[in-house]
Structure formats: structure tokens, C-alpha cells
């Protein structure tokens, strides 16, 4: 095999599909990056045999093969080459890359060895602006859980319902969701619990005004953007019942500023660790709520103004929820509804994509 591409081309499409490659598996190939020439293009894949990725790219093709490259080095080779045309040949057993005046020689895996790429039935498919996707993907993602003794919790819960595609997360102490209208009038409703660590793979790709299209096998997730195609296996589990834990209504709805609020919890939580709590005062007839927090450090008070309606109540959240909440949009303003001092307080914004932020309280 023997073709040149550019440096960034190559770069670009290596990085790509490392993210597919796997260094902990006992199988030497799965660390490896497969190529392949196909007409005027570079075929390029990866596999840990639950994530598969493949993208194509444009190249001078001088002479058809294919081989399977360790990934790792492959990729810190060209990242560290010069943005310039890069000249690859191989044999049996080595691939020469040579850029500019510098020149490397590296040991080549058995492309006989290498998987192949998954075939999959599609049952179901949407197309939705990458923009979009993205941005939902960023408001839930924060929410979700650490914990790997509860596979479906770590993972985002997707449903298309009647037009509307939402994502869920949570924790079991907040909940996230996102949701925003999208035009697939041939679509059927479905639901798919999908790993948020793909999820942000997949928000990382370079932005653009394409559609990404979301698809679903009995089993696999198959998400394909421009020139890349991604496979992964569905998280399984069951998603908890979010619906039924979201309120519907509201004793006290307040409206305030979210850089305001967001510059006053940072404050608060300067004084104590990422658990610390801060306490929300909601005083109606005078429309101001007070922030309070008390460590063994010291203590602080802060008031901000608000629109609102509803009875006086007095609330406590963990800092950092309530941080990643109002890190995740990028709203003017955020809405806060809670009916109790006892039962989860729920922040919202009203945009293209709406978002509700759920957070369960902290004793104060």
C-alpha cells in the first residue's frame, strides 16, 4: 500500500477513531488503527468490539492495500509532524511515514486479524442539526452518574415521543433534561438508554451545519456525522420512571438572573468543599432572594433580585449542583419552582431546546 495525504487530514481522521481503539483489552489488534484504500480515499477503523468507529478521507492513492497500525504511536507521530503532505508505504510487516525531512519506520499489525466492521439492521432512524444534538448532549451530561454499579444511570436516556427528542440524566440527587422539536415526520417513537461517555465522543467532532443521523439496531446505537460512522452498544437496564418524580406544579415561582446566581453560588462555595451546601431565602414581598452559606471557615450573605410569584420559602442545595445546572445554559434567565423546603427544587429555562434541572435538597 502506498498513499500521501496532508498532515492536519490525517490528524484529524486518526484522532477520530482513536477513540475507538482499546489498551487494556489481552487482543494486541484492538490497539491498532485499520487501513485501508478504497478508490480515491483512505478508510480508517477502530474497534474495542463495543465502540467501532470508521471514517473516510480523501487521499493520493499510488498503490491499493490495506494494514492495521498501532494506534497510540501512530497518532503521536503525525501529530508531531509538520502541516505538510505525508507519504506512507508499507509491506508485510512495516509502514515507512515520511514528512518533510523527517522520516519514521514502524512495525504494522496482521489487517487479517483485525474485525470487522459490524453489519447492523437499522429499525430506526432520525436526522437531527448537529448544533442541536450538541448542545442537548452539553446540558445533560453533567448529570449523570460515576457510579458503574448502576449501568443505566451512567448513561443518557433518549426518547423521540410525539416529534420531540429529549435527554435525560441522573444521579438520584439532580436530573437533567433537554429536549427540542425535530423534523422526521416518517419517525417512530422510541427510547434508548446510550453512554455518555459516547455521547460526548461524539459532541467533541468539529462543528458544522450538517445533520447528524441517530439510528438504533435491536442492540446498537449507530450515530453517522460527514464522514465518520459510530457503533455502540445500548447501555441495558432500565431507566428510572423520571416522569413521575418531576413536579408538575409549584408553590413559589421565582425569575433571576443566571450569571447573577451563578457569580453568588461560586462565591458561597468558596468558603467550603464541592459539597458544601448554600441556602436560598425566598422573601415575596420584597421580591429578593438571600444566599447564605455558613462553614467552619465563615459565613456569607448575599441578595439578588427577582420576578415572581408564590409564598416565602427557605431551601438548601449542594453548590456544585446547583453549579452544574446553571453551567449547562446559557439562558439570560432561569427560572426557579419549588413547592417545599423538603422536596426537590426545579430550575428551568425556556429556549428553542428547553431545559429542566431537577436537584433534591440539603438539609440546613
Wanted: glycine share 4%.
Amino acid at each position: 500500500m502506498k498513499f500521501s495525504i496532508n498532515q492536519s487530514e490525517l490528524q484529524n481522521a486518526l484522532g477520530t477513531v482513536l477513540k475507538g481503539t482499546s489498551s487494556k483489552s489481552t487482543l494486541p489488534i484492538l490497539s491498532g488503527i485499520y487501513i485501508e484504500t478504497k478508490e480515491d480515499s483512505l478508510v480508517f477503523q477502530a474497534t474495542n468490539l463495543d465502540l467501532s468507529i470508521q471514517y473516510q478521507a480523501k487521499a493520493l492513492i499510488e498503490e491499493p492495500g490495506r494494514t492495521v497500525v498501532p494506534g497510540k504511536l501512530f497518532f503521536d507521530i503525525i501529530k508531531n509532524m509538520n502541516d505538510a503532505a505525508v507519504h506512507i508505504s508499507t509491506n508485510d510487516d512495516n509502514a515507512s511515514i515520511v514528512c518533510d525531512s523527517s522520516s519514521f519506520i514502524i512495525r504494522t499489525l496482521d489487517p487479517d486479524d483485525f474485525p470487522s466492521f459490524p453489519k447492523v439492521e437499522i429499525l430506526q432512524k432520525i436526522s437531527v442539526p448537529f448544533e442541536t444534538f450538541a448542545n442537548m448532549v452539553k446540558k445533560v451530561s453533567r448529570a449523570a452518574s460515576k457510579d458503574e454499579s448502576k449501568p443505566a444511570l451512567t448513561g443518557i436516556n433518549v426518547t423521540l415521543e410525539d416529534g420531540t427528542l429529549s435527554m435525560v440524566t441522573t444521579d438520584s440527587y439532580r436530573l437533567a433534561l433537554a429536549s427540542a422539536p425535530v423534523e422526521n415526520d416518517n419517525a417512530e417513537n422510541f427510547q434508548a438508554v446510550i453512554s455518555s461517555v459516547f455521547m460526548a465522543d461524539i459532541v467533541s467532532l468539529p462543528k458544522s451545519e450538517e445533520n447528524l443521523t441517530l439510528a438504533l439496531t435491536e442492540n446498537q446505537i449507530v450515530v453517522t456525522y460527514q464522514d465518520t460512522v459510530f457503533i455502540n452498544r445500548k447501555i441495558e437496564g432500565s431507566f428510572p420512571a423520571y416522569k413521575r418524580i418531576i413536579p408538575t406544579s409549584y408553590v413559589t415561582r421565582i425569575a433571576v438572573s443566571r450569571q447573577q446566581l451563578i457569580a453568588a453560588v461560586r462565591r458561597a462555595s468558596l468558603l467550603g468543599s464541592a459539597g458544601c451546601s448554600v441556602k436560598f431565602e425566598i422573601d415575596m414581598p420584597s421580591k429578593t432572594l438571600m444566599l447564605s452559606s455558613s462553614q467552619d471557615s465563615g459565613s456569607l450573605k448575599e441578595t439578588l433580585p427577582f420576578n415572581g410569584e408564590g409564598e416565602n420559602i427557605e431551601i438548601g442545595f449542594n453548590c456544585a449542583y446547583v453549579m452544574d445546572g446553571l453551567s449547562s445554559t446559557d439562558s439570560d434567565q432561569i427560572y426557579l419552582e419549588l413547592t417545599s423546603s423538603t422536596k426537590a427544587g426545579v430550575f428551568k429555562t425556556t429556549s428553542e431546546s428547553s431545559f429542566l434541572y431537577l436537584v433534591m435538597p440539603m438539609r440546613i
